[in-house]
T-cell receptor, first 111, second 116 residues
Framework: EDQVTQSPEALRLQEGESSSLNCSYTVSGLRGLFWYRQDPGKGPEFLFTLYSAGEEKEKERLKATLTKKESFLHITAPKPEDSATYLCAVSPRAGNTPLVFGKGTRLSVIA | DTEVTQTPKHLVMGMTNKKSLKCEQHMGHRAMYWYKQKAKKPPELMFVYSYEKLSINESVPSRFSPECPNSSLLNLHLHALQPEDSALYLC???????????????FGPGTRLTVL
């Protein structure tokens, strides 16, 4: 069964304290892995797509990396405005298969 | 422009009411989706439309009725809902569905639905 596990469930950082969020996946072939940011009561905002192991993508203070079993979202020198829930989702290779979402990591950055 | 719009932003309805949620995208995407999201949970897929045809219905109760009038619009008709149907309803779109492309889904802001 296709599965996505995100850790930690919640993370509290001081402003400027860099850290990483983890997304582990087991799927029957990977077409793509997606990171989203979601603020409370709003729709997920697309951040990155990663296609193959070794790929990296960056946007401002965020950097996403991918291996054959997991992805990391590195946050460098976070600011309070980075506080949100970060969702990871995978698109399995098999047929018309919906995205499989992780449960998310709730990030709080304290000034 | 990667914008998906949804109306209304908030909706309160009784269990005997009939209402509709609307979604629009102008990115030329051929796939559109409805998701339901409960607090502190990930989005849960309800329906997928591809080229204006229903491709997936994730065993959603018939009190939810989707409609895709054209490639830019997606509606969700609601009738005789239950209080447990209260949630954030999200619309999303992507370039394609079920093809080889690695299709990012772009989400709208959601409709916060409360069923009394």
């Amino acid at each position: 069964e296709d599965q996505v596990t995100q850790s930690p469930e919640a993370l509290r950082l001081q402003e400027g304290e860099s850290s990483s969020l983890n997304c582990s996946y087991t799927v029957s072939g990977l077409r793509g892995l997606f990171w989203y940011r979601q603020d409370p009561g709003k729709g997920p905002e697309f951040l990155f797509t990663l296609y193959s192991a070794g790929e990296e993508k960056e946007k401002e203070r965020l950097k996403a990396t991918l291996t054959k079993k997991e992805s990391f979202l590195h946050i460098t020198a976070p600011k309070p405005e980075d506080s949100a829930t970060y969702l990871c989702a995978v698109s399995p290779r098999a047929g018309n298969t919906p995205l499989v979402f992780g449960k998310g990591t709730r990030l709080s950055v304290i000034a | 422009d990667t914008e998906v719009t949804q109306t209304p932003k908030h909706l309160v309805m009784g269990m005997t009411n009939k209402k509709s949620l609307k979604c629009e995208q102008h990115m030329g995407h051929r796939a559109m989706y409805w998701y339901k999201q409960k607090a502190k949970k990930p989005p849960e897929l309800m329906f997928v439309y591809s080229y204006e045809k229903l491709s997936i219905n994730e065993s959603v109760p018939s009190r939810f009725s989707p409609e895709c009038p054209n490639s830019s619009l997606l509606n969700l008709h609601l009738h005789a809902l239950q209080p447990e149907d209260s949630a954030l309803y999200l619309c999303a779109s992507s370039q394609d569905w079920g093809l080889a492309a690695y299709n990012e889904q772009f989400f709208g802001p959601g409709t916060r639905l409360t069923v009394l």
